[in-house]
């Protein structure tokens, strides 16, 4: 057996216990899951290097964790994926940084950029379950990653999507994506804070309701449960490879 197996078994087994806590254990990916995998990555590739003699092959571990962590941190940015997400992905590349499938894209088998090749086989093969979502989220006029809930019903660990905040005794909001950043005294609601507000903060700013200080409303993401996308992204690059690449060759092909 191929050393490069024992990583790929991990990566498969790693993202199918995701996709069960994910799914049935209240949209949790357990940071004793993640962590280890992206330990056992880093720890992997170094050894594997010693072995051929080859220092790309030693630092590739380390290059595809880095990867795929840049990748996972700008989708928790738009607010598609949550902090569990971004970790998953994370292990993933770094247990999978390259890979030699059956039809592998080149920038994946000769490079640390095989969390590539997972991340476009799980939007492709998600693409109709997230396009059948986004028209029942406009049918029935919510965002597809913001909705917009009461005060009064917000809960604990809730991910704002703009920032409640205090400067000079008065309540004012901010959202990330229009102007600078202000400074505030206190902040009640930060959208930066990846485990979302705490029971302190959804107290205040229920008090604030009542006191007529603040409206009854505020944003929040609305994140998908994207570790069964991840899943099906690993079964696919590791027993099949890249579905863009063969895309594209079969587009140019044809042209």
């Known amino acids: 057996m191929q050393p ?43 050894l594997l290097g010693l072995y051929r003699g080859d220092l790309w092959i030693a630092v590739s571990g380390a290059l595809g964790a880095a990867v795929a ?59 109709p379950i997230l396009f059948a979502y986004a028209v029942v989220c406009r049918i029935r006029e919510r965002g597809v990653l913001y909705e917009r809930v009461k005060i009064t019903e917000l809960k604990e660990g809730m991910i704002p999507a703009e920032a409640i905040y205090e400067k000079g005794g008065r309540v004012e909001r901010w959202s990330s994506r ?20 705490t029971r302190y903060q959804v107290g205040v700013l229920k008090r604030l309701v009542r006191e007529g200080k603040l409206e ?25 490879g890249d579905l863009y690449w063969r895309f594209i060759s079969w587009a140019l092909g044809s042209w």
């Open 4 to 46: 490069e197996f024992i990583p790929a078994a991990l990566a498969i087994a790693a993202a199918c216990i995701a996709m069960y806590t994910d799914l049935f254990k209240g949209r949790i990916i357990p940071n004793r899951l993640t962590y280890p995998m992206i330990g056992a990555g880093i720890a992997f590739y170094p």
């Open 69 to 127: 962590f840049a990748i996972g941190y700008a989708m928790w940015l738009t607010g598609g994926w949550a902090g569990g997400d971004v970790k998953l992905f994370t292990a993933l590349g770094a247990l999978l940084p390259r890979f030699s499938p059956t039809s592998p894209a080149p920038y994946s088998s000769e490079y640390p950029l095989f969390p590539l090749t997972i991340l476009f086989n799980s939007v492709i093969a998600m693409l």
């Open 178 to 197: 229009f102007g600078l950043k202000p400074r505030w005294d206190r902040v009640y609601a930060n959208p930066s804070r990846a485990a979302g507000v």
């Open 216 to 240: 009854n409303s505020i944003r929040i993401k609305r994140g998908m449960p994207f570790a069964p996308a991840l899943g099906v992204g690993v079964f696919i690059a590791v027993l099949y």
